[in-house]
């Protein structure tokens, strides 16, 4: 895979110099917390408010970061290992590297395209991309910029249950590698940064393009419309900003838009019915007979819930805590994957999203039992830098940490990044 001495992390380090000979740097900075300041710095305020905001106090989000500050690498010396081998074989795919990148709704507050910039930015290192179910480009125009490059399509259960089905069929129809049904969002958690601003991506019409692309979610709309009583609303200039957003993040033409209802019918609907409140185990047992397509379930941090799940006959979990966006408070993701692994073995297939900044935290997490991780925060924020280019550096940078690791450590494959290379902190 890689010649002697020669990985994507020394490729990537020669890239950035060699450009540096002529004055050029990186279009997004390498370290996470420039990388941070410069997208905030780059992003409206709602936007950031949306991307990276969390629940209550953020105690969950620093418990993240503070989880992998607890463990320590300890590297092994004269190894002799001069490549390494970064792929992994997840649910019947063998990819390049354990690192996928997480559904993130409401992109094009960072970028207008949002999705499809993802897509290409994904498709650039081969990666797999989970097509966000609150996107703001269709998955079919996802995939068609995506190629023959991994994807797999998030699904939240709606409360119509023909909508799940015609999701579910779309997914199969773009060739999706998997449906990963995120569990923990059947209501929105409590955001201050957004509710201090008044401010819902959604009610703008931003991030519902999964459903205005979708049959049965227009056939739910019509009827509406065709059902609603006609009744007066309040004039404001914020509602006229609002409205015109609708309007333009609308399929079809905004002078069409502009006078239909549509608009304003598919954002009332998609608060409706986007997520069902109500979600059991009773409901994901039905996936079996609904699809052909691996079932993933994220947003798992207990392990009987891990048991459950497998016992279910599931494919695979995501441990996850939504990036700190749901409950405050909250167990660190990476805390929970050590439990979880305990709990279900070796076997089956565990992956970790939230609070990974770093191919080291790459390491940390396989270390510690993680088949693969889910990126989040940082390819939006650079997206929000560099948009497509942006995505596809920090998906690069993080794979060279990590391969660079790996060589500093003496792990040559993903197999020999074993616990017994980390320490915890005695403090913790």
Known sequence: ????????????????????????????????????????????????????????????????????????????????????????????????????????????LMSPDSDVKIARGAAAHGVTYVFSNQGCN???????????SPRWVQLYWSTDEDLVDSMIARAEAIGAGALVVTLDTTLLGWRPMDLNLGSLP?????????????PRFT??????????????????LGAIRTLISMTRNHPGSFGANLRSPEPRAAVETFLDIYSNPGLSWEHLATLRERTRLPVVL???????????????????????????????????SLDALVTIREAVGADPTVLLDSGIRTGADVFTALALGADA???????????????????????????????????LSGTA????????????????
């Open 138 to 148: 269709p998955m079919e125009e996802c995939a068609a910029a995506m190629g023959d």
């Open 219 to 236: 056939e739910i709309v019509r009827e509406r419309i065709a059902n609603a009583p006609k009744q007066a609303s309040e004039v404001t």
């Open 1 to 108: 895979m890689s010649t002697p001495n020669r990985g994507p992390g020394r490729a990537r380090q020669e890239s950035v110099y060699r450009a540096g000979v002529f004055g050029r740097t990186p279009a997004v900075p390498t370290d996470f917390a420039t990388l941070e300041a410069r997208a905030e710095k780059a992003s409206s305020a709602t936007a950031w408010a949306y991307v990276a905001g969390g629940a209550g106090e953020g105690r969950t989000m620093r418990r993240n970061r503070a989880a992998f500050d607890s463990w320590s690498i300890v590297p092994r010396m004269a190894h002799g290992n001069t490549t390494r081998d970064l792929s992994v074989d997840l649910l019947g795919t063998t990819l390049p590297a354990p690192v996928l990148l997480a559904p993130i709704g409401a992109g094009a």
């Open 373 to 407: 991780v889910l990126l989040g925060r940082p390819y939006m924020y650079g997206l929000a830098l560099a948009g497509e280019q942006g995505v596809a550096e920090v998906v690069a940078n993080v794979i060279a940490e990590l391969d660079l690791t790996m060589a």
């Open 298 to 332: 994220k947003g798992i941090l207990h392990p009987d819930d891990a048991r459950k799940a497998f016992d279910s006959g599931v494919d695979a979990i995501v441990v996850s805590n939504h990036g700190g966006r749901q409950v405050d408070n909250a167990i660190a």
């Open 413 to 428: 494959d993903l197999a020999a990044i074993t616990r017994d290379l980390l320490v915890r902190d005695s403090a913790r």
């Open 202 to 214: 959604f009610s703008q019409g931003i991030g519902i393009a999964q459903y205005t692309s979708d």
